[in-house]
């Protein structure tokens, strides 16, 4: 019951029956807890959820677990305030704060354009001599989505002044320059990463070949393209679509069959979305040979699927 009514957002009947438990002595599992402090943080009673942290508490659940599954909740409810007030307590009980409840507290206040705020929590770690990857990359990322990247690359560089940057902050900086056209400097990022040994993944590749098919270097987008096998990197159905999609807005339809192909050797599931794109963009173009080739691709793929699930 109480699991249905903080479904239903009930929260004056999730706290009747919550506090009915606690007077009879019922033990609550943790994942009720957790459930019942959402319910209650996004119906704005604090003190409720507060409440239920305190009495995990006692039953013996670290402090610093408790109060970060209380963060948390109050960060998916928008309750940036009381989450400020809740680190603040925290730092005068001196009690140990895990890195996830920083995260937790600095993805809740940029989805909320409260940056600045933000920033302040940064500092605060800075103040500790703590580096945390994750959060200079949701940093940068809220900057580059407001389009402050002056802050934003200044924010980068003393990222790297620390240590490694992850792959998917490289990545988002990487994207808005190739967006922006500037081409050049999106490239100088991705050859950092090369000369810095990090390990790429099925998102930063492609993010390049992109940029080259937006500069009409096609043979040098397949070509980084391609470089994912080298990595062993298995290039997924997304990545396939993404590339395709850039590839038609230059209008190349020898390229668009050269990735299917290449599609084909790497055996991918769930292709369904990637020909129906080619295909829609060869019938525009009037390519018919080639609309016929994909419809036999087609018809391949899902027959040797069909026999592959027989034989399962």
Same mark, same amino acid.
């Given at each position: ?95 140990? =704060? !895990?890195?996830?409840?920083?995260? $937790?507290?600095?993805? #809740?206040?940029?989805?909320?354009? @409260? %940056?600045?705020? /933000? ?80 390990? =790429? !993944?099925?998102?930063?590749?492609? $993010?390049?070949?992109? #940029?080259?098919?937006?500069?009409? @270097? %096609?043979?040098? /987008? ?87 699930? $027989?034989?399962?």
């Amino acid at each position: 019951m109480p699991r249905a009514v903080c479904n239903a957002r009930k929260a004056d009947i999730a706290l009747e029956f919550y506090e009915d438990m606690v007077r009879n002595e019922v033990k609550l599992d943790v994942d009720l807890c957790i459930q019942l402090m959402k319910c209650f943080a996004l119906c704005g009673n604090i003190d409720a959820a507060r409440s239920v942290g305190e009495n995990m508490i006692k039953s013996e659940i670290p402090e610093s677990q408790v109060y970060g599954m209380m963060l948390k909740s109050f960060c998916i409810a928008g309750k940036i305030t009381e989450s400020l007030e809740l680190i603040r307590d925290l730092e005068n009980k001196d009690v140990s =704060l !895990d890195m996830g409840m920083f995260e $937790a507290l600095v993805k #809740g206040l940029c989805c909320r354009d @409260r %940056i600045e705020d /933000a920033m302040e929590i940064l500092e605060i770690l800075k103040k500790r001599d703590v580096f945390d990857q994750n959060i200079y990359g949701i940093l940068i990322s809220a900057y580059l989505g407001t389009n402050r990247v002056s802050e934003e690359f200044g924010l980068f560089q003393e990222a790297k002044g620390y240590g490694n940057v992850l792959v998917s902050t490289y990545t988002n900086l990487m994207q808005h320059f190739f967006w922006k056209g500037e081409f050049h400097k999106g490239l100088e990022l991705y050859n950092e990463m090369l000369r810095l040994g990090l390990r =790429l !993944d099925s998102v930063a590749i492609p $993010a390049v070949a992109a #940029g080259y098919v937006q500069q009409n @270097r %096609i043979s040098e /987008a397949l070509d980084v393209f391609k470089s994912m096998f080298e990595m062993g990197i298995r290039p997924s159905s997304k990545s396939y679509l993404v590339f395709i999609k850039e590839v038609r807005k230059i209008c190349k339809a020898d390229e668009v069959v050269e990735i299917l192909n290449e599609m084909q050797v790497c055996k991918l599931s769930n292709v369904d979305e990637i020909l129906s794109e080619a295909r829609s963009y060869l019938e525009k173009k009037g390519e018919v040979e080639k609309v016929n080739a994909i419809n036999s691709f087609c018809t391949s793929f899902h027959r040797s699927v069909n026999e592959k699930n $027989a034989d399962q």
